[in-house]
Nanobody, 120 residues
Framework: QVQLVESGGGLVQPGGSLRLSCAASGSIFSIDTMAWYRQAPGKQRELVAGISSGGSTNYAGSVKGRFTISRDNAKNTVYLQMNSLKPEDTAVYYC??????????????WGQGTQVTVSS
């Protein structure tokens, strides 16, 4: 069993910054892709950014140049540095990770979500 625990959400003014963290724990053998998704009220969940085990990254066009995804493989943790935040970034942000367990089974896992609100 694998758990993902997010932290770092909150209320921030437009133009401000936040850093989200997501730590994976449990029966982990290895972690492949880690990613951040978000879901705003009334909208579908969308990919914000992803990072491979080797460090290759991809971003949604709406956040490119403002958000940076990174990971610490030794800590099984992924981060999302969010700068120049806009009201339209307001959403629940979810961590996602493709994990190979100690039983050598690959599972897709989600965190519980953390609220990010950008408002003056």
């Amino acid at each position: 069993q694998v758990q993902l625990v997010e932290s770092g959400g909150g209320l921030v003014q437009p133009g401000g910054s936040l850093r989200l963290s997501c730590a994976a724990s449990g029966s982990i053998f290895s972690i492949d892709t880690m990613a951040w998704y978000r879901q705003a009220p009334g909208k579908q969940r969308e990919l914000v950014a992803g990072i491979s085990s080797g460090g290759s990254t991809n971003y949604a066009g709406s956040v490119k140049g403002r958000f940076t995804i990174s990971r610490d493989n030794a800590k099984n943790t992924v981060y999302l540095q969010m700068n120049s935040l806009k009201p339209e970034d307001t959403a629940v942000y979810y961590c996602n990770a493709d994990v190979k367990t100690t039983a050598r089974v690959t599972t897709t896992n989600w965190g519980q979500g953390t609220q990010v609100t950008v408002s003056s």
